[in-house]
């Protein structure tokens, strides 16, 4: 049996949303599609050893291990088990064998050092408690000439959130959704920040 992780209460309560939410996850196309474009501009090849941070149910993961073949290998990591049971069903299914999905807190990493040809995280980067501890982290694991993708979501992204928050602000809430992330500036100080410097940030409209 997995060994169970010890998170604090935040993390916890994102971990026990998405496995509950873990069944009905991929009913969209909406997080592939994302992930697949990231994977698309991450220029993945063949035996390359990749991280997928916050996998979930291992959009980009499993899209990675078909491109870098039987030579490479792809670390699928997640702190919700629910989510990571979907994304192994998913793996075996396709009789992946390249794959391995670890039950593991993107924030407190065990891997060496220069470890990595790829990493890469999406729809999950803002769930970090400390976004640029967090990229510091990544870069270590990073090999030298290696390259981490990350896709975040405009401030204004979504509707109803860009208007909870304004009522939210009303009432001295603090609600900041994808506010950290949420412009090419924004994203380009987070990453200059945690010592990044070839840095390119690529803006998509993504539905509407
Ligand atoms: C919106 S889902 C994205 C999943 C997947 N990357 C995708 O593209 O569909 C967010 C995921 O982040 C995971 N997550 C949030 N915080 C995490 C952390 N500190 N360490 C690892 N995973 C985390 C959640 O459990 C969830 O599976």
């Given amino acids: 049996m997995e060994k169970q992780l010890e998170l604090e209460i935040y993390k916890q309560e994102i971990a026990d949303l998405y496995t509950g939410r873990s069944q009905t996850y991929d009913n969209s196309n909406w997080h592939l599609q994302i992930a697949h474009r990231l994977v698309e501009h991450g220029q993945v090849s063949s035996g390359q050893y990749i991280l997928d941070i916050a996998t979930g149910t291992g959009h980009v993961a499993i899209f990675a291990a078909q491109l870098v073949g039987a030579e490479g290998k792809i670390i699928g990591i997640d702190i919700s088990s629910g989510m990571l ?48 501890a967090a990229l510091r982290l990544w870069h270590n694991c990073l090999k030298p000439g290696g390259i981490i993708g990350i896709h975040a979501f405009a401030d204004t992204a979504f509707v109803g959130g860009v208007i909870t928050q304004k009522v939210a602000q009303k009432y001295g809430i603090s609600f900041l959704m994808s506010k950290p992330t949420g412009t090419f500036e924004k994203c380009q100080n987070l990453l200059q920040q945690a010592g990044f410097e070839a840095i390119d940030i690529k803006v998509e409209q993504e539905g509407s």
């Fill in 85 to 132: 049971e979907q994304a192994r069903y998913k793996a075996e299914k396709l009789n992946l064998k390249n794959i391995e999905f670890q039950l593991s807190d993107a924030e407190i990493l065990n891997f060496a050092d220069n470890s990595f040809d790829r990493i890469f995280c999406s729809s999950a980067f803002i769930w970090m408690s400390n976004l640029i």
